[in-house]
């Protein structure tokens, strides 16, 4: 029997509810604010490094198959040798990375994200109607 199952993640935006469309001025004074700017520098401190890595482990495999050849061509238990292996972890260690950044974002940005989404919305919003008065 299947049950519903509710999920932690934040709404997606409605686009305002049919109101007046966020101005280019609320995004560009978001930029500004110190709460958007640590959420960028969270963001960056996760993807710079795991990128690198990433990278780097990606190079290896690359030059170990166009340099290693004896090293992975190596079989280890009957056709399955280095290479293969080499490239399976490829694999795991792409997901690996996304379940990773999951944990880091629900951790580190993804209320404050909310937040400085829900106060752009109704910044804009009322803007609108202090403007209509």
């Not at 995004?27 to 993807?47: G, T």
């Amino acid at each position: 029997m299947a049950t519903d199952k509710r999920t932690k993640d934040p709404t997606p935006p409605d686009g305002n509810g049919g109101d007046e469309p966020i101005k280019d001025a609320a995004y560009v004074a978001m930029h500004s604010d110190p709460r958007f700017i640590e959420l960028k520098r969270r963001l960056y401190r996760f993807i710079f490094p795991m990128s690198l890595a990433f990278m780097a482990w990606y190079l290896l495999y690359v030059l170990m198959s166009a340099f290693g050849r004896d090293i992975m061509g190596v079989d280890l238990v009957g056709n399955v040798n280095v290479a293969l292996v080499f490239g399976i972890l490829q694999f795991v260690s792409t997901f690996g990375i996304a379940v990773l950044y999951t944990r880091y974002a629900n951790r580190n940005f993804d209320q404050t994200a909310a937040e400085l989404r829900e106060e752009l919305q109704n910044g804009a919003n009322a803007k609108a109607e202090e403007a209509n008065r």
